[in-house]
């Protein structure tokens, strides 16, 4: 079974500053995609990024930006120039391929406060 | 505007009095699926359904019930609620997509605040 672990339940950071948010993960599958939810106070999931395993390639996104390694099972999220609308909750979340009916196991989530 | 509805936002009901949760999507996407979220849990998925009439259970079904008669619309019901099913609940879509399309993205709902007494 695949299992996803984000260590960090709660992280601060002040705004126009640059932070990380760790996420690990267990799998045996070679090929998977990898990704980040978005949860603000509305509660609406929003997709922030995400990263097919075969490439080597980090996937970044305008301020967001992955680091990727694979062989660690290592899935971290860079925010930079941090801004307030950051504010939420931040899951990572993993599919395995080929196609499974499309299985998302997802971590516990990591709540950020973004400080003026 | 492309979006999963789901309704309602906010209920309080009482232990096992009967709800139905709606969840309807307009893009035509034929998988659908239902995540509970719990603190400290994440979200885990309890049903989902890969096409009309083709519903299967996720890692955490018991208690829960689905349909799905119509492509645009996968309903949650719970039978009898208990207090343990007291959650924030998710309705999700996709299009099915084989490997390495670049697709198998969820579009989530908004999600719907359920709380059992």
């Known amino acids: 079974a695949q299992t996803v672990t984000q260590s960090q339940p709660e992280m601060s950071v002040q705004e126009a500053e640059t932070v990380t948010l760790s996420c690990t993960y267990d799998?045996?599958?070679?090929?998977?995609?990898l990704f980040w939810y978005k949860q603000p106070p509305s509660r609406q999931m929003i997709l922030v990024i995400r990263q097919e395993a075969y490439k080597q390639q980090n996937a970044t996104e305008n301020r967001f930006s992955v680091n990727f390694q694979k062989a660690a099972k290592s899935f971290s999220l860079k925010i930079s120039d941090s801004q307030l609308g950051d504010t939420a909750m931040y899951f990572c979340?993993?599919?395995?391929?080929?196609?499974?009916?499309?299985?998302?196991?997802f971590g516990s989530g990591t709540k950020l406060n973004v400080k003026p | 505007e492309a979006q999963v509805t789901q309704n309602p936002r906010y209920l309080i009901t009482v232990t096992g009095k009967k709800l139905t949760v709606t969840c309807s999507q307009n893009?035509?996407?034929?998988?659908m699926s239902w995540y509970r979220q719990d603190p400290g849990l994440g979200l885990r998925q309890i049903y989902y359904?890969?096409?009309?009439?083709?519903?299967d259970k996720g890692d955490v079904p018991e208690g829960y019930k689905v349909s799905r008669k119509e492509k645009r619309n996968f309903p949650l019901i719970l039978e009898s609620p208990s207090p343990n099913q007291t959650s924030l609940y998710f309705c999700?879509?996709?299009?099915?997509?084989?490997?390495?399309?670049?697709?198998?993205?969820?579009?989530f709902g908004a999600g719907s605040r359920l709380t059992v007494l």
């Open positions: 999700a879509s996709s299009l099915i997509q084989g490997a390495l399309s670049g697709a198998n993205v969820l579009t």
């Open positions: 359904s890969m096409n009309v009439e083709v519903t």
């Open positions: 799998t045996s599958e070679s090929n998977y995609y």
């Open positions: 979340a993993f599919m395995k391929l080929p196609y499974s009916f499309n299985k998302f196991y």
């Open positions: 893009m035509n996407h034929e998988y």
